[in-house]
């Protein structure tokens, strides 16, 4: 059989993603590489026909793949592009199964941005003007670091959501799940400069922080402000929103040592995920665990 064999259902494919679901040319072209490549490895393999193709072959494409470099984002690529390929020959009828059903590819590291240190943070805040937008955006900051909230729970907050009595803040997490999480007593100071000023702008709407044009601030806008007061402030690393989040944990987690607590302050679902947000490494918890936990304090002999 000749090597067409493979090629032409793949150019059937291609012309379907272009034509019937209508799929943008960039989008087309990497499923396009993506098969290409796959089909090189097959043909070095001797596979002239897709019906050939089994479970095992597919992960021997995989395990080429990683062996000739291919970073995990792009191998889940590729596999990707060959499963939904396999699908549509399903749907087709020229494959009784697709093989490369419940084949999964390493995952990808999740690199995590680096925390600023305290002395940064500090620098950072610095700001002390009356210029309303520079209070407010020196409030966001307080809020933002005092709380450990992500950029999203920040801009959603509404007048109500802010306790300044209490020094608590009412936050909607992903899947809108609500919690409470303390301030601290400098972002409540703020807030109490901030909402005066807030007035000035004749706000649309209960959105706590608003833009010059009274309508809720925009996740973008943040990002810009931040990243521009960094750079005001002699902050050496770049200055965003996610970046406050992860040292709020970090540093509260260096000081208490207590990894539920931080868990319940970020609002994550799974303990684990704020194991890895905050880097933390295994000795340090064995450490944790031996100085804290009952069964690990041995008697003295």
């Known amino acids: 059989m000749s090597a067409d064999e493979l090629a032409a259902p793949v150019r059937a494919f291609l012309t379907y993603l272009r034509v019937e679901r209508r799929l943008s040319h960039y989008t087309t072209e990497s499923y396009e590489r993506q098969l290409n490549a796959v089909m090189a490895l097959l043909e070095q393999s001797g596979v002239s026909d897709w019906r050939q193709l089994d479970a095992t072959r597919v992960r021997a494409v995989v395990t080429r793949s990683k062996r000739a470099g291919l970073e995990p984002a792009s191998l889940a690529q590729r596999l990707s592009a060959l499963r939904s390929f396999l699908d549509w020959q399903v749907s087709q009828g020229a494959l009784p199964a697709n093989p490369a059903k419940g084949i999964t590819t390493p995952k990808n590291p999740r690199h995590l941005p680096k925390n600023l240190d305290v002395d940064e943070v500090n620098r950072l805040l610095e700001i002390d003007m009356n210029d309303p937008l520079a209070v407010r955006d020196r409030t966001m900051l307080e809020v933002m670091y005092g709380a450990g909230l992500r950029l999203s729970e920040l801009v959603g907050l509404d007048l109500g959501s802010a306790d300044l009595d209490t020094g608590e803040v009412r936050v909607l997490g992903k899947g809108s799940k609500e919690r409470k999480v303390p301030l601290g007593r400098t972002a409540v100071e703020w807030l109490r400069r901030w909402l ?20 809720r601030i925009s996740m973008r806008n943040v990002q810009k402000r931040f990243a521009e007061w960094g750079v005001r402030q002699g902050v050496t690393s770049h200055v965003h929103p996610h970046r406050l989040r992860h040292s709020f944990a970090t540093h509260m987690l260096e000081s208490s040592g207590d990894l539920r607590a931080v868990q319940e302050l970020l609002g994550h679902a799974n303990l684990s995920t704020t194991q890895i947000y905050t880097h933390l490494d295994f000795q340090h918890l064995a450490t944790v665990y031996d100085a804290a936990h009952p069964r690990a304090k041995r008697g003295k002999s």
Do not use: C, H, T, V
Request: aromatic share 10%.
């Open 196 to 215: 005066p000023m807030r007035e000035l702008y004749e706000p649309e709407d209960a959105a706590l922080f608003i833009s010059s044009k009274g309508s």
